[in-house]
């Protein structure tokens, strides 16, 4: 129940494109659902985060969908770029105290320029 | 502004022995949370620190234990090392409870 499952695991597309990656949960307490990207060599960079209580946020080419029904959030990124390329985790925290993160698998985008 | 900043960059060390990770949390932050991040998975939360006093642990054995200081900084031990415990060490720093927590760029640890 504490899990999150990402999807897909790896990604290829071409300068210009959309890329879609995909989380799923279980646990109903998860309140604060982040996305990190990752660069081979460094840490986790926060890209962008929602809530429950809206539906999608965005800022700049970075989207979340948010599914609330389905436990299902999923990162948009419009016109990727070959510098978007590197691994994206999608995150799930509750409060009561103590903001753990679960993490998911990561998913590793390849823009091709 | 500065950031989080952990030390050293990348350790090597046997089977057996103890290993001391160290982690300054960004300016303003007094509370640090320490993750493991095997090849190729998520970072997995091992605890997290607020006020110099442990506030949540993840599923990690005893022997890896951490310390808040004063200054809030942080530190990470391993205890009785073992090969699986070869990984990326990330400590990440908030702002009391808050929930946005910023990265550090990692220990790597390769035991042997």
């Known amino acids: 129940q504490q899990q999150v499952k990402q999807s897909p695991q790896s990604l290829i597309v071409q300068k210009g494109g959309i890329s879609i990656i995909n989380c799923a949960y279980e646990n109903t307490a998860f309140d604060y659902f982040p996305w990190y990207q990752q660069f081979p060599g460094k840490g986790p960079a926060l890209l962008i985060a929602?809530?429950?209580?809206?539906s999608e946020k965005k800022e700049g080419r970075f989207t979340i969908s948010f599914n609330k029904s389905a436990k299902q959030f999923s990162l948009h990124i419009m016109d990727s770029q070959p510098g978007d390329s590197a691994t994206y985790f999608c995150a799930a925290s509750t409060g009561a105290g103590t903001y753990k993160y679960i993490f998911g698998t990561g998913t590793r985008l390849k823009v091709l320029a | 502004e500065t950031g989080v900043t952990q030390s050293p960059t990348h350790l090597i060390k046997t089977r057996g022995q103890q290993v001391t990770l160290r982690c300054s949390s960004q300016s303003g932050h007094n509370t640090v949370s320490w993750y493991q991040q095997a090849l190729g998975q998520g970072p997995q939360f091992i605890f997290q620190?607020?006020?110099?006093?442990?506030?949540g642990r993840g599923n990690f054995p005893p022997r890896f234990s951490g310390l808040q200081f004063p200054n809030y900084s942080s530190e990470l031990n391993v205890n009785a090392l073992e090969l699986d415990d070869s990984a990326l060490y990330l400590c990440?720093?908030?702002?009391?409870?808050?929930?946005?927590?910023?990265f550090g760029p990692g220990t790597r640890l390769t035991v042997t």
């Open positions: 929602i809530r429950p209580d809206v």
């Open positions: 620190y607020y006020r110099e006093e442990e506030n």
């Open positions: 990440a720093s908030s702002s009391g409870l808050a929930v946005e927590q910023y």
